[in-house]
């Protein structure tokens, strides 16, 4: 049972116990209706109570459900609620720690609700492209006052329970209780108070009402329009609340289910409910049981003071673990460790953080010239100039003063993790641990496992990212791992693309439409133009049957490295970010098409954006194929959390099944046929093939 059923005394407490959030799915629904229907059929009982076990009131329903026979199973979370409200007897819910989505919507078709102070309350089905689907759009406007439920629910975001008790004449709560230690007993001494109390309140007959409903509502639409102009739920949720105050209570609970259902079948929210599952998901690895012991990091060390170590540093101090830095000098630690205070006193002034946060935490930071002074480290991640030479020093290094047992992980974005792990005598400590620029800010941490990494390594690792709130992806060793490998197909294109008559200005525009941050080439501006003219001379050596473009090689011959040096494929003013057509690029460009003898044509922002993205896509296949990534939700992670791809579409290979792989198939084939095409680049990876033909979807 996932509903357990006790009394104390005349009051039946029913309590969800399906961990680890008490979600709503069939067999809870199932059982809590089953005890409501036992405590009304008992004539010794005179209240109910619902409450949740563990850590949770309830997390809302089972979104694994969502498109499955299972969410038409009766009794359904509306059937569960009219359960409740036709009860005889009056149902309290005691509300504690997380009340959300459909747990909300359950409390209020409780006739009263007391709530612990510091739960979290929330309508957060916006965030999956969705809306309240089992009435909360109806109820908690007559519960909260329009305007309060109509900024929970378009935001989705959570609002601490003692702070929604003093809205002004608020029905949500009846009751706010001393602790959640107290709330059990509060809740039934509450219980006993109403037990005789007739007739039962029922939120459904409370009036939604607003002075200016017409004004209002309009204002409130083209503001969230604005806003979410991808997202087509938080428009639909000012419909919903527009209609609790101007429907009947059920005219608008009809109108909230056909919107909720229309809502389920968009693209959008597909893409979200992927990107929400595949998160979750990515923290598992599938030859790593969870059972898997982890070793303590309570010390970390960073060897690298520049940009990325003081990144890195940044995100352990914010999480409360201490960290020493090492460098080669004292100067270089002092300009390190100064970016980093600058950096903290920025969010100070912007009320981000508070003063004392900020000594707090540069009180747990450390620095050093010695290897010596960080062998007790449990943690030690190498953040120091891309070269293997480098690297190798830095490594034999660890290897010599490290303690046993220490992690040993290098910030690499491209280089053979199983290569540095062999500059050590325990390779098994070693990992990849590649964070993404700026480290303290960037979502994304590719966690590279060597072939002698350790199992409890990579158990370890995946903790520590989710203790400095990182989304961690594990990938395999390859030149790239999973987002450069990928990115540097998208580049070539992008590149091929300008030599074949497209602008730099209008590839950007039309990617950047698409709905990435920023298009290839303001991207590679602010890296730096230098990073992928490297990794062109590094092919044009180890690869040259690839065919590559000169065009950005001729670019970065003038010194045009980006940013960074003022010029790129844009010009730069001093001191801004502003990325200005160049007449310069513009020339050179022109002469390169003319010394290849290239008659330039016209190419769509179709065609822009499809070759960008099929790049991605068929790369993305080959690293599936070669199990460099386990799942293709960890590469969509990748994209989402690393790289600029819009959230809406869910990443690369969410959206090419959106698309159909029929179609993309289709598409890279004529891409490839195109005249002066590079066909093999466009030829479909096996995987691709295997599943148009089994008609299986990539994710």
Known sequence: MTARYALHGAVAFITLDNPPVNGLGYETRKSLCEGIERANADAAVTAIIITGAGKAFSGGADIREFNTPKMALQPDLHACIRTVELSAKPVIAAIHTVCMGGGLELSLGCHYRIAAPGAQIALPEVKLGLLPGAGGTQRLPRALGVENALNMIVSGE????????????????????????????????????????????????????????????????????????????????????????????????????????ALMMTPESKALRHAFFGERAASKIPDVPESTPVREIRKVAVIGAGTMGGGISMNFLNAGIPVT?????????????????????????????????????????????????????????????????????????????????????????????????????????????????????????????????????????????????????????????????????????????????????????????FGFAMGPFRMSDLAGNDIGWAIRKRRYVEQPELKYSKVGDKLCELGRFGQKTGAGWYDYQPGKRDALPSPVVKELVEKHRKDAGITPRKIGNDEIVGRLVYALVNEAAHILEEGIASKASDIDMVYLTGYGFPLWRGGPLCYADTMGLHNVVTDMKRFGSQPGADAAFWTPAPLLLKLLAEGKPLV
């Open 158 to 261: 959570p609002v601490k329970s003692e702070l929604l008790a003093m809205a002004p004449g608020q029905k949500l709560f009846d009751k706010l209780s001393k602790s959640v230690e107290t709330l059990a007993e509060e809740a039934l001494a509450f219980a006993n108070e109403v037990a005789d109390k007739r007739p039962l309140p029922l939120v459904r007959n409370l009036p939604a009402t607003h002075a200016e409903a017409d004004g209002y509502f309009q204002f409130a639409r083209n503001t969230v329009r604005a806003v979410a102009k991808n997202f087509p739920a938080p428009v639909k949720c000012v419909d919903c609340v527009e209609a609790a105050v101007k429907k009947p209570f059920d005219d608008g609970l009809n109108f909230e289910k056909e919107q909720f259902i």
């Open 325 to 513: 830095i090492l460098e080669m000098s004292a100067e270089a630690l002092e300009r390190g460790t100064g970016i980093m205070r600058k950096n903290y006193e920025g969010q100070v002034k912007k009320g981000k953080l508070k003063q004392e946060k900020l000594e707090q935490r540069m009180a747990l930071l450390s620095t050093t010239t010695s290897y010596e002074d960080i062998k007790d480290a449990d943690l030690v991640i190498e953040a120091v100039f891309e070269d293997m030479g480098v690297k190798e020093k830095v490594f034999k290094h660890l290897d010599a003063v490290m303690k046993p047992g220490a992690i040993l992980a290098s910030n690499t974005s491209t280089l053979d993790v199983n290569k540095i792990a062999g500059f050590t005598q325990r390779p098994q400590d070693v990992v990849g641990m590649h964070f993404f620029s700026p480290a303290n800010v960037m979502k994304l941490l590719e966690v590279v496992r060597g072939a002698a990494t350790a199992k409890d390594l990579l158990t370890t690792v995946m903790k520590v990212a989710k203790t400095i709130r990182k989304t961690a992806v594990v990938s395999g060793v390859c030149d790239g791992f999973i987002g450069n490998r990928m990115i540097e197909q998208y580049s070539r294109q992008a590149l091929q693309m300008v030599e074949e008559g497209a602008s730099p200005e209008q590839v950007d525009r039309a990617i950047e439409k």
